[in-house]
């Protein structure tokens, strides 16, 4: 497929925000893809050039875009640097610049979706401070072969900021769309509420959520709705973990798991998704960040003391005080995540003890639609206990109110979050937030906000980003709703810290205007606050009163996690009438 294809549905896909618009477009440009471009294309028109559970990263920083871009077009980096300060997209600027060049070069080859994907692809293995000459050298090949509009994609991707707003249900519902329903999407309205329509997107939902992989989903969808259903979660690919619903007294939590139900504690650590697969261990975040390296301890545990030649265990990681014992809230095993260097120091320093709860997977056997009683015996058969390294999360079965509050309370004083009840004949929906697993937490009720924005600090602070803006959900934009600082810490011991945050906003940088910098959606924190107040001053129509944050919660939320606005009005509502 030629890449001047693909950009002619991201210019198309840019038009417009109407969401039935942008699944026609897809779907009309899938049923025309070829399955042997499919992989690529999927990817591309996500913005990406490896799957979000990949270790592979990008991880090209906008100074070597700008090397490039002057090697293609001949004019200085602080000439396109000034340009990129006014517009802040550096894909507009790499148009603009490749546009005054063309016509010298009207005959050059026409792109291939190929050549631009293999090419991002070898820039991102090349790692290294020698290489940085090869990576500007691959991606100015592109843009001078490029035309104008295909150098801004072609930038915006690689700086993995494509900004035509493809929403994962978007692309759900064009490879149903495109393979799997037939009829006239301008009716998509109509038919969203038929049981034969709902099938069908379920059954994609399902298939993504056990893969992560729209690419395999539409090979399969391109063959029918059999196929589509056939699909199931595999050793070695990361899944979407389940997820838990929320109730706040203790009868309301039973009534959606039934009674007795299994109790659990709710550990304050965070998801791990453990894969044995041919031998090798895998870790992955609910957000499938593959964490291995970062937790050799951890594969140690499980080598010593899970049996299984192949399996998936669903588990939750808990920092404990080394010289106490005592369970430490996830901020302070947060460094842990992201740390590349000292590996071993630091996980000396801050333990993890692995709480395991669900295994989905075991020698070469799916166990997603047993249920939850059974899969909970078979991981006591297959774990051997190891207080302070691996254990069973701690349970009780009970259909009584007065042992689950003794449970909740003992949990909490162990310094736990809250209690989880699940179902006990339930099976296990990745990706879904189905009910069969309840949180129940003390009642403080928090947001979990997107950082948009930020200032750069003064004095001691310099060099550090402080005072986030921060942004809540409504559907598929962002509503700034304040602004942040209070709860961060200047010394990296106490917890979350601004040289932390500074250092994972910097790669989501978009574009700064003297102090201030605009920042592209991803880093998401809990926040406390006293109040909602309504206000003119946000986007969102809304203010907190004394925000402050809890902690920082990206590595178990993504952007669909963010508190949306209704919720935001839910609240505010509600604190009206105490
Ligand atoms: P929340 O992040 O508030 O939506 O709560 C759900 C999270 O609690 C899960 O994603 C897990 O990371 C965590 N968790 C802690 N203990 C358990 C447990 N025993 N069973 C399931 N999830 C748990």
Known sequence: MKYSDLVAVYAEL????????????????????QESDLDMVILLLQGKVFPSYDEAKLGVAAKLVIRAISTASGLTPAKLEQDWKKTGDLGLVAERMIHGKVQATLFSQELMVKKVFDNLKKLSSLSGAGTVDQKVKLLSELLTSAKPEEAKFIVRTVLEDL?????????????????????????????????????VVEAVQE???????????????????????????????????????????????????????????????????????EGKYALYTRRLENVTAQFPEVVNFIRDNVNGSNFIIDAEAVGFDAKTNQYLPFQHISQRIRRKYGILELAKKLPVELNVFDVLFLNGKSLIKEPFSKRRDTLAKIVTERPKKIILAHQLIT???????????????????????????????????????????????????????????????????????????????????????????????EGLSFNELTE?????????????VRIKPHVILEIKFEEIQASTSYGSGYALRFPRVLRERTMEKGLKDVSDLDLVKRLYAQQKKV
């Open 14 to 33: 840019e038009q417009t925000t109407k969401r039935l618009e942008k699944t026609a477009i897809l779907a009309s440009f899938l049923k025309k893809t």
């Open 163 to 199: 900004r035509v707003g493809i929403a994962e249900g978007t692309l759900r519902d064009s490879i149903v769309w495109a393979y799997l329903y037939q009829g006239n999407i301008e009716e998509k309205n109509q038919v969203e509420n038929r049981e034969d329509y709902k099938k």
């Open 207 to 277: 298939a993504y959520n056990a893969t992560n992989d729209f690419a395999t989903v539409a090979k399969a969808a391109k063959k029918g709705l059999p196929a589509v259903q056939d699909i199931s979660i595999s050793v070695g690919s990361p899944l979407q973990v389940m997820l838990a619903q929320k109730e706040t007294t203790i009868d309301d939590a039973f009534s959606r798991v039934g009674r007795p139900a299994a109790l659990e504690y709710k550990y304050d650590g965070f998801r791990m998704l453990i894969h044995k697969h």
């Open 399 to 493: 259909g009584e109110n007065k042992d689950a509050q003794k449970f909740f309370e003992a949990a909490i004083k162990a310094g736990n979050e809250g209690i989880m009840f699940k179902a006990l004949d339930a099976p296990y929906k990745p990706g879904s937030r189905v009910g069969h697993m309840v949180k129940f937490k003390s009642a403080m009720e928090t947001l979990d906000l997107v950082i948009v924005g930020a200032e750069w600090g003064e004095g001691k602070r310099k060099g550090w980003l402080t005072s986030f803006t921060l942004a809540c959900k409504d559907e598929d934009e962002f509503k700034e709703i304040g602004k942040v600082g209070t709860g961060i810490k200047e010394l990296e011991e």
């Open 504 to 516: 994972t906003l910097k790669p989501y940088i978009l574009s700064g205007k003297g102090k201030e």
